[in-house]
């Protein structure tokens, strides 16, 4: 089975940084695809970028350049660095994986950008 557990979140000022964890179990970062999406207050999902199991990493416009995604094979863990953070990024994020054609979800941790 698929399991993925999120970690780091919490307050942080606008113009910081958080880094966020997703350990993974039943799937293998090394192979497969993993990524983020988030869901701010009120509005949709959306998909915040992902890595390939080769290590190739795609972003949305939105966090370009602000986000990194990055992996640690050894520990089957997923990273996503965030900079300058605005208050628009408050949301819950979320990790994923995918196998066999499917994702598979973290419960999701919180991301507050706040004074």
């Known amino acids: 089975q698929v399991e993925l557990v999120e970690s780091g979140g919490g307050l942080v000022q606008p113009g910081g940084s958080l880094r966020l964890s997703c350990a993974a179990s039943?799937?293998?970062?090394?192979?497969?695809?993993g990524g983020w999406y988030r869901q701010a207050p009120g509005a949709q999902r959306e998909w915040v970028g992902d890595?390939?199991?080769?290590?190739?990493?795609y972003y949305a416009d939105s966090v370009k350049g602000r986000f990194t995604i990055s992996k640690d094979n050894a520990k089957n863990t997923l990273y996503l660095q965030m900079n300058s953070l605005k208050s628009e990024d408050t949301a819950v994020y979320y990790c994923?994986?995918?196998?066999?054609?499917?994702?598979?979800w973290g419960k999701g941790t919180l991301v507050t950008v706040s004074l």
């Open positions: 994923y994986a995918s196998r066999v054609g499917r994702n598979y």
């Open positions: 039943g799937s293998h970062f090394s192979t497969n695809t």
């Open positions: 890595i390939t199991g080769g290590g190739s990493t």
